[in-house]
């Protein structure tokens, strides 16, 4: 895949773009951007969950569903669901319906108030682990980090389910914890300039 490709306005953007038209819309508008709301990063977090072993084309068309399906990701409420919201999910034909999957959104969203409670928020949690922009790779050159590793050792060890290092990194392009957006894509001034103006959240 190229770097980048051609968008509809005639510009360019990363190259993952041309998979799909849809995938222009969530690019610009979400890919990248930084990210302090305690619900996008749940929500984001639990979707790139669900995508492990699957295409994000699959997770996007289906976040619609998703959302209905664990109440708009409200963490308390996600953390109210039981086994029986877990057998109806399973028979759910618009989200993905994976056992182990659902029930680690479940578990994940009630271990959420012990990491707010010791970092003031999930946010401040997450920023933590903003990695150094002054010793980034190359954009698009790797799946992993150090960062990513750490953040995914550590939500384990609070027995966080389906957060390995990829599925970190993943969220940390999409989050705006890194600017991953191709070099000649005409995002990445535009979220170097966000990330740059972004208040990182304090604990």
Avoid at 11 to 37: K, L, N, S
């Amino acid at each position: 895949m190229s770097a980048t490709v051609t968008g509809p306005d005639g510009r360019p953007r990363c190259g993952w773009c041309g998979t799909i038209p849809e995938f222009f819309g969530y690019h610009d508008r979400e890919w990248g951007w930084p990210v302090a709301d305690d619900r996008r990063l749940f929500e984001k977090l639990c979707l790139e969950s669900f995508q492990s072993g699957l295409s994000w084309r699959t997770i996007l068309n289906k976040r619609p569903a998703f959302r209905a399906a664990f109440h708009g990701f409200d963490p308390q409420r996600v953390a109210a669901m039981d086994a029986s919201d877990v057998e109806r999910l399973l028979q759910d034909r618009a989200i993905i319906r994976h056992r182990g999957k659902i029930e680690a959104v479940i578990g994940n969203a009630r271990r959420l108030p012990d990491l707010i409670a010791q970092n003031g928020s999930f946010a401040a949690y997450v920023w933590r682990y903003e990695p150094d922009p002054a010793i980034l790779p190359a954009p698009q050159s790797r799946t992993t980090s150090p960062e990513s590793e750490a953040m995914a050792k550590d939500l384990k060890a609070r027995g966080w389910r389906f957060v390995g290092p990829t599925t970190i990194f993943a969220f940390m392009q999409s989050m705006g914890l890194i600017n991953d957006h191709a070099t000649g894509c005409i995002l990445r001034a535009q979220v170097s300039a966000a990330r740059r103006d972004f208040v990182r959240p304090a604990p």
